[in-house]
């Protein structure tokens, strides 16, 4: 155990103010509202207004973080953003953040793992802040992800929606008798499954943004395997067990696949934090944003022991334990 730990010190998030219900969607593909719901418990998503850029929700759901922090965007050194729907090819959304913040030192980049990227990101500032390289980081998922759905394909469409979330991470001592913050991570990745879940475009493929492309079904049974391994991985790495969970934040991807990871690890149902219903998939932001709604609305409170876990394309997935 090294002698810093990373605290989580603020949490905030962001979703656009045009709702897109099922209702809505029926006028665009083949679809109903109970087929939605059933397959998936989602209701409504989110979708960012023409000209809001992922740079614009990361921005907002930054400045809701550091204000629930209470400190100021210049004590950030470290911005480390989770997308896969940045503003442009370059410069990392990540540093346009930190232009819109008004930070002018520390560093910041963007981090690609989907809808696993969250937990990416947080591992990647969790590892910076404990070796000391930076002390205040702003760890954020956002996410124009309807921007990237082919409208006309419903087994797609359906799912996702915009957003973004962040957290403030501090490095602070560790209290070796009863350890806090961050406490650990297990993320991995399967590049042989790509075909299952991806994109059919990209800059040095065809010079196109492309569209998302996903065999369902196969992607929900890897999904609930291999979120489950990495829970079990993650408890056993940090000496803790599930009943010792306070709450469970998940990726929120689809309700079918939050309860059939909850009934295979056996996590108790009153512990599960769900907002999938009111803004679909939001990808990298939907672990933050599930968190932020949890502490704001007081469910979540200071020392609770949280277990968050996400699985996306790649495959890329992961779980993370921290005491907020
Ligand atoms: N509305 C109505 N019918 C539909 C729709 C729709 N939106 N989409 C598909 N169908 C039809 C199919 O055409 C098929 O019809 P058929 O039987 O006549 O051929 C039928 O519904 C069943 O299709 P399946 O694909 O077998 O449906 P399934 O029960 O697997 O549910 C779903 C599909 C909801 C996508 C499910 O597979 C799933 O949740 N997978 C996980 C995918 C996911 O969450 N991906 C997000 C990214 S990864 C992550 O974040 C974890």
New binding site residues.
């Given amino acids: 155990m090294t002698d810093l730990t990373s605290v989580i010190i603020g949490v905030g998030g962001y979703l656009p103010e045009r709702i897109l219900t099922n209702d809505d969607?029926c006028k665009v593909?083949?679809?109903?509202d109970e087929?939605?719901q059933t397959?998936?418990g989602i209701r409504q998503r989110h979708i960012a207004a023409q000209g809001e850029l992922t740079s614009d929700l990361a921005t907002a759901a930054a400045k809701a973080a550091l204000a629930n922090a209470g400190i100021e965007a210049g004590s950030v050194d470290l911005i480390v953003l989770a997308t896969t729907t940045p503003d442009k090819t370059f410069p990392a959304t990540a540093t346009i953040v930190q232009d819109k913040l008004g930070i002018r030192g520390g560093a910041a980049f963007d981090v690609q793992a989907?809808?696993s990227g969250f937990l990416f990101a947080l591992a990647t500032a969790d590892s910076m802040l404990k070796s000391g390289l930076f002390k205040t980081a702003l760890v954020i998922g956002a996410e124009t992800f309807t921007r990237l759905l082919d409208w006309s394909d419903?087994?797609?469409?359906?799912?996702?929606g915009d957003g973004a979330g962040a957290v403030v991470l501090r490095a602070e001592p560790q209290n070796k008798k009863k350890p806090g913050g961050v406490l650990g991570h297990h993320i991995r990745t399967d590049g042989s499954k790509q075909k299952l879940?991806y994109v059919d475009g990209g800059v040095s493929s065809t010079g196109t943004i492309g569209h998302?492309r996903?065999?369902?079904?196969?992607?929900?049974k890897h999904?609930v395997t291999n979120?489950s391994s990495a829970v079990v991985e993650v408890l056993e790495m940090t000496g803790h067990t599930i009943s010792e969970i306070d709450w469970f934040v998940p990726?929120q991807?689809?309700q079918?696949?939050l309860d059939g990871v909850g009934r295979k690890l056996g996590i108790d149902d009153a512990k599960l934090v769900s907002t999938v219903e009111l803004h679909g998939?939001t990808?990298a932001a939907?672990i933050p944003l599930a968190l932020s709604t949890s502490v704001s609305d007081g469910r979540i409170t200071q020392g609770d022991l949280v277990l968050s876990e996400?699985?996306?394309?790649g495959f890329s997935w992961g779980a993370s334990l921290f005491r907020l």
């Fill in positions: 969607l593909v083949d679809t109903s087929w939605i397959r998936t989907v809808c419903r087994t797609t469409c359906v799912l996702f879940l998302v996903m065999q369902g079904n196969q992607v929900f999904a979120i990726h991807a689809n079918r696949i998939n990808s939907s996400a699985m996306g394309g």
